[in-house]
T-cell receptor
């Protein structure tokens, strides 16, 4: 069974379109994250949710809106797509454990190409 | 802000060669340090971690020691295999106080040739 899954795996779209990427985890974790990996492989966090509550919101254009319908899902909606949004988007999850490092488990990524 | 710097790749090695990937960090407080590995077409996997100074993380023949005096966490493996070809990421976290976010270095691609 896939622990953290993302759909779609590949997404090719035109500038100006609106698109969504879905993430689901079956690990029972209470925290989920979105990371963006650019063309140079640089990875940076975008958002995190804990029990459906937004915890981290890095400097991300408000065209990006995360939505967490329940703690097993964290979707990413992007409005008015731009060329610079082309990247690989990774979802991750972890379980809150006081006083311990919370290992993050990553999904396989969604490669978004904006033409 | 916090940052992680690691050597740029690609690093090309022959099988059974010794691998070192340098990683240094800048952070206030006492972060935990990690190495993640990304195999072609896959997501990231935790390779090893160290949560305090002088801790040594190890896994699958890889090792890294948390050196606070040099703010470093260099990754080493004594004898690499073709299957070790991947992109390796050094990262730090300040835990719950910082939302458990991981701050990554730029990644180092390693290619091991038979």
């Amino acid at each position: 069974d896939t622990a953290v899954s993302q759909t779609p795996k590949y997404l090719v779209t035109q500038m100006g379109n609106d698109k969504s990427i879905k993430c689901e985890q079956n690990l029972g974790h209470d925290t989920m994250y979105w990371y963006k990996q650019d063309s140079k492989k640089f990875l940076k966090i975008m958002f995190s949710y804990n029990n459906k509550e937004l915890i981290i919101n890095e400097t991300v254009p408000n065209r990006f809106s995360p939505k967490s319908p329940d703690k097993a899902h964290l979707n990413l909606h992007i409005n008015s797509l731009e060329l610079g949004d082309s990247a690989v988007y990774f979802c991750a999850s972890s379980q809150e454990a006081p006083g311990q490092f919370n290992e993050q488990f990553f999904g396989p990524g969604t490669r978004l190409t904006v033409l | 802000g916090d940052s992680v710097t690691q050597m740029e790749g690609p690093v090309t090695l022959s099988e059974e060669a010794f691998l070192t990937i340098n990683c240094t960090y800048t952070a206030t407080g006492y972060p935990s340090l990690f190495w993640y590995v990304q195999y072609p077409g896959e997501g990231l996997q935790l390779l090893l971690k160290a949560t305090k100074a002088d801790d040594k993380g190890s896994n699958k023949g890889f090792e890294a020691t948390y050196r606070k005096e040099t703010t470093s966490f260099h990754l080493e493996k004594g004898s690499v295999q073709v299957s070790d070809s991947a992109v390796y990421f050094c990262a730090l976290s300040k835990g719950k106080a910082a939302g458990n976010k991981l701050t990554f270095g730029g990644g180092t691609r390693v290619l091991v040739k038979p």
